[in-house]
């Protein structure tokens, strides 16, 4: 009588063994909330840091380049190229301000663009990212100036 038991508790543990079809639909359920809930908050981060890389470009590195060559020549560049190449009516020059001597690109793969005099900054110059569009004058450039 006790090796029957124990044969039939030994069978119902072997049968016990896998996961019903509804547990496994509560498990990919609730992986599902959980991937809905986080996925989203993942998705804008790497969106927001090249934005603050931009602005770390805009605000940092370049306005510091630009900067350098306003007080070695008494005036700003015509152009981001001043920067690498010595232009001809230059006898200050100090460049290349960048280190390597190669103009930086937006995290888009796009030149930053520069004006001066400036459109916004009338009395210095406009230095600015396109942004994701690609497109000048749109709502995700990112520039110097106060919007």
């Not at 908050?41 to 790497?46: D, E, F, P, Q």
């Not at 510091?64 to 200050?92: M, R, T, W």
């Not at 690109?105 to 459109?119: S, V």
Request: proline share 7%; net charge positive.
């Amino acid at each position: 009588m006790k090796i029957e038991i124990k044969k039939m508790i030994v069978q119902k543990n072997k049968l016990r063994r896998a996961f019903t079809l509804v547990e496994m639909l509560l498990v990919v359920t609730i992986i599902g909330i959980l991937a809905a809930l986080v996925i989203p908050k993942i998705a804008g981060t790497g969106e927001r840091a090249r934005v603050t890389a931009a602005q770390a470009d805009i605000n940092g590195g370049i306005k510091s380049a630009l900067g350098q060559y306003e007080v070695d020549n008494g005036f700003y560049p015509k152009s981001l190229q001043d920067l690498i190449v010595a232009p001809g009516n230059v006898k200050n020059w100090h460049g290349p301000y960048f280190d390597p001597p190669k103009l930086p690109m937006d995290p888009w793969g796009n030149n930053y663009i520069y004006y001066y005099p400036g459109k916004h900054n009338a009395s210095s110059y406009d230095l600015l990212s396109v942004g994701p569009d690609a497109k000048e004058g749109t709502d995700d450039d990112i520039g110097n100036w106060t919007k």
